[in-house]
C-alpha cells in the first residue's frame, strides 16, 4: 500500500512537472508571439505614418503644379488679350490711314492732277510686317506654351526615401500606376479611394 502511494506520489509529481514544462514553454510561446504581433503593429504604424506624409508631400506638389498652370494660363489670357488689342488698334489705324491717304490723294490730284500713292503703299507694307511680327509672337507664345506642357518642372520632381535610399522621380511615372496597374497598392495610394 504505501509503494502504492509512492508510486501515485511520483506520477503525480512527474506529471505536475511535465504540466508545468509545457505550460512555460506554451507562455514563453504566447510571450515572443505577442511581442512578434507588437513589432508589426509598430511598423505598420510607422509605414502608415509615411504614408500620410508622402500623400502630404504629394498634395502639396500637385498644388504647386495646380498654381504654375494657372499662371501659365494667367499669362496665354493676358497675351492673347494683348495681341486682339494690338490687332484692333491697328486696323483703326489703318482706317484712320486710309481715309487720310484718300483725302492727301484727292488734294494732290486737284492740285497736279497726278495721282499719288507711294506713302500708302509703304504704310500698309508697314501695317502688314507689323501683322506679320504681332502673328510670328503668337506662334511663338503658344509653342512655348505647347513645349512648356512636357516639360518636367522641378515642381513635377518628387524626392523619395525607401528603406533609406533616396529616389528622384516624377509625378507622372508615380501616377501612371493608375493606369498599369490600378488594384495594385501603389495604383490605389494615387486613386483617391483611400
Known sequence: MERALQNYKRATKETMTELLATWEVEREFFSSE???????????????????????????????????????????????????????????????LEKDRASLAAEIAAVEGVEVTPAWDVEREKLSNERQDLEKDRAAVDAAIAGMEGMVWSADLVQLNVGGKHFETTRRTLTAALTVAPDSMFGAMFSGRH
Open 34 to 96: 505577442r511581442r512578434a504581433m507588437e513589432e508589426s503593429r509598430t511598423r505598420l504604424e510607422l509605414e502608415k505614418a509615411k504614408e500620410r506624409r508622402a500623400r502630404a508631400a504629394l498634395a502639396d506638389l500637385l498644388a504647386a503644379v495646380d498654381m504654375e498652370r494657372e499662371k501659365l494660363a494667367r499669362q496665354r489670357r493676358d497675351m492673347e488679350e494683348d495681341l486682339t488689342r494690338r490687332e484692333l488698334e491697328t486696323a483703326e489705324e489703318r482706317r484712320v
